[in-house]
């Protein structure tokens, strides 16, 4: 193997690992990025009455052991309502204090 075809079949394999680890990266951003804000009309927020503004200001959403983002500024994640994202200044029943 010549050292020109060495250099080519090193920098092939490196590419097809980058490649899907940077697609997987992006994928994931934009996933977090498009998470629809959670409805008031979604079953399981009506069951938890979840409301997007707390009736008690020690209780928000961000301060809450559930909401899985405490860096997320206005909307962010929360384990009980996969899929869409929580008020940080919203409440449910299920608040509970993050440590």
């Given at each position: 193997m010549t050292k020109s075809r060495r250099s080519f079949l090193c920098a092939m394999g490196a590419g097809a690992i980058a490649?899907?680890?940077?697609?997987?990266t992006r994928d994931a951003a934009l996933l977090a990025a498009e998470l629809p804000k959670l409805s008031l009309d979604n079953p399981t927020?009506?069951?938890?009455?979840?409301?997007h503004e707390s009736p008690d200001a020690a209780k928000l959403c961000s301060g809450c052991l559930l909401y899985t983002?405490?860096?997320a500024a206005d909307w962010g994640p929360c384990a009980i309502f996969p899929?869409?994202?929580?008020?940080?200044?919203?409440?449910?029943?299920?608040?509970?204090?993050?440590a």
């Open positions: 490649l899907p680890l940077s697609t997987l927020a009506k069951a938890l009455q979840y409301v983002d405490s860096a899929g869409s994202v929580v008020a940080a200044g919203g409440w449910c029943v299920s608040w509970s204090a993050r």
